[in-house]
T-cell receptor, first 110, second 115 residues
Framework: LAKTTQPISMDSYEGQEVNITCSHN???????ITWYQQFPSQGPRFIIQ???TKVTNEVASLFIPADRKSSTLSLPRVSLSDTAVYYC???????????FGSGTQLTVLP | GAGVSQTPSNKVTEKGKYVELRCDPI?????LYWYRQSLGQGPEFLIY????????DSGLPNDRFFAVRPEGSVSTLKIQRTERGDSAVYLC?????????????FGNGTRLTVT
């Protein structure tokens, strides 16, 4: 399984765009990238996933460069309610289990 | 629709006791997962089911832990002779296909405290 590295914590202010970058240098050809969000006392919630280039949904965008050794989760115009832990995962095509790291604690300040 | 439901939400037990944690997945989801999360850490995989069978139980820490899913829907995680180190939040998740890119839907977990 590819190991991921992401910042332990980030602070931002309401209304700003937040970019969280994740490194996954040994990602394999069939692996894809997925991000989950977790609020206190709740289970993780799927945000977005992608294989290459750019993916956008109603919540976030995911940017993946051509070499796929990193990815960036972009949250537009964050609000206080976006304060949460964000997990970057690399999922092997042949595997079923997800391997979570420690995630990035995003704190949005007023 | 209803999400993944876990009961109880909190469980306090004494060291050495037996506990059962229940998970009701989203209706129709064939795959079911159990994870354990300690404070400040990401969830740690325990076991996953495809239908009624345990397809991968490599994350179970020892033989005190066991999980069943007899009818391919509800699952129960069973812990024998609990130890204080078993204290954690136990998360259940389900997904609707076995496709590798199906997202997991998590419940809010059962917080287990062993005193």
């Amino acid at each position: 399984l590819a190991k991921t590295t992401q910042p332990i914590s980030m602070d931002s202010y309401e209304g700003q765009e937040v970019n969280i970058t994740c490194s996954h240098n040994n990602i394999a050809t069939n692996d894809y990238i997925t991000w989950y969000q977790q609020f206190p006392s709740q289970g993780p919630r799927f945000i977005i996933q992608g294989y290459k280039t750019k993916v956008t949904n109603e919540v976030a965008s995911l940017f993946i460069p051509a070499d796929r050794k990193s990815s960036t989760l972009s949250l537009p115009r964050v609000s206080l309610s976006d304060t949460a832990v964000y997990y970057c995962l690399v999922v092997a095509g042949s595997a079923r289990q997800l391997t979570f790291g420690s995630g990035t604690q995003l704190t949005v300040l007023p | 629709g209803a999400g993944v439901s876990q009961t109880p939400s909190n469980k306090v037990t004494e060291k050495g006791k037996y506990v059962e944690l229940r998970c009701d997945p989203i209706s129709g989801h064939t795959a079911l997962y159990w994870y354990r999360q300690s404070l400040g850490q990401g969830p740690e995989f325990l076991i996953y089911f495809q239908g009624t069978g345990a397809a991968d139980d490599s994350g179970l820490p020892n033989d005190r832990f066991f999980a069943v899913r007899p009818e391919g829907s509800v699952s129960t995680l069973k812990i024998q002779r609990t130890e204080r180190g078993d204290s954690a939040v136990y998360l259940c998740a389900s997904s609707n296909t076995l496709s590798y890119n199906s997202p997991l839907h998590f419940g809010n977990g059962t917080r287990l405290t062993v005193t």
